[in-house]
């Protein structure tokens, strides 16, 4: 028999344990990295100077350990919106705070390389999940600290990124442009890819908006880094490209992102600016 839950609207053990994650106060840091793949948290937390299995559940799997003497988790969501609610959910009432999507993605602009990563400054909500919580309205926005210290970190690794905004989709397929069983197709699907275009959007992938839209209401921090293993307009396709480049950027972010925060509870300063960082 498994261990008591308190309620059915409080899914979660007296001790805190979370019913999906199992995971309890004091098992996670408060920078957790969010691959939706779960042999992802294994490659990222090899880089790490100490790691703890925490838990293994379903899709989620959650390391915790130290990287550069900063506090680090990595727990993965599995593919999609809902899977991901529910790690954002658990992971805030056990201490998370900031997030980082460590991801792959489809771009769908030319000069965007196989194997290049996509950094989001925000995410169009094409899922639907994001909208069981808030009016579509809402901005999916990544955190303006977590965007800079992705791109210090992609600067001091010396990879080639991109900073732009993504689209988030339910459907891998037709929610991407991409033809369903048997050809199956809709209208609006022909100018999916092309209106994105025209608005500028880098990349396709599933989960960002949903990070970015749960850590704007609930008061977090959410940013996303994605290697590009597609590209829609040339065709390209190869898996695993520029993935261990994500993953190396999204750890380096969180040494960045620890100092960053020791150094403004140091001032007392809330928000991070630059001559904060030039004159200290
Ligand atoms: N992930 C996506 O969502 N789309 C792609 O094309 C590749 C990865």
């Not at 988030?168 to 929610?175: L, R």
Request: aromatic letters at 10%.
């Amino acid at each position: 028999m498994g261990e008591r839950i308190i309620s059915a609207s409080v899914p979660q053990t007296e001790e805190g344990l979370q019913y999906h994650i199992r995971c309890k106060p004091g098992d996670v840091a408060r920078y957790v990295l969010l691959p939706g793949d779960p042999a992802r948290v294994e490659r990222i937390s090899k880089y790490w100077d100490e790691r703890r299995v925490i838990a293994f559940h379903r899709q989620y799997v959650t390391h915790t350990g130290r990287y550069k003497g900063a506090p680090i988790s990595a727990t993965s969501t599995g593919i999609g919106g809902p899977a991901t609610a529910i790690a954002i959910e658990e992971l805030l009432r056990v201490g998370a705070n900031t997030f980082i999507r460590v991801g792959t993605t489809g771009a769908i602009r030319r000069d965007i390389g196989i194997g290049d990563l996509i950094i989001s400054s925000a995410a169009v909500r094409l899922e639907g999940t994001s909208s069981q919580y808030v009016i579509s309205g809402y901005p999916a926005s990544a955190s303006y600290e977590v965007i800079l210290a992705l791109i210090e970190a992609a600067e001091s690794l010396g990879v080639r990124y991109h900073v732009g905004v993504t689209a988030t989709t339910d459907s891998f397929y037709t929610g991407q442009g991409r033809p369903g069983f048997k050809g199956y197709f809709q209208g609006w699907m022909k100018n999916i890819l092309s209106d994105l275009q025209s608005a500028g959007v880098l990349n396709f992938e599933m989960e960002a908006s949903v990070i970015f839209t749960l850590a704007g209401i609930y008061g977090a921090r959410a940013g996303a880094v994605c290697a590009a293993i597609a590209n829609r307009v040339t065709d390209e396709f190869v898996e695993d490209e520029g993935v261990e480049d994500a993953i190396r950027v999204a750890n380096e972010a969180v040494r960045i992102l620890y100092e960053w925060d020791s150094l403004k509870s140091r001032l007392g300063k809330k928000y991070m600016y630059p001559s904060i960082l030039l004159k200290h």
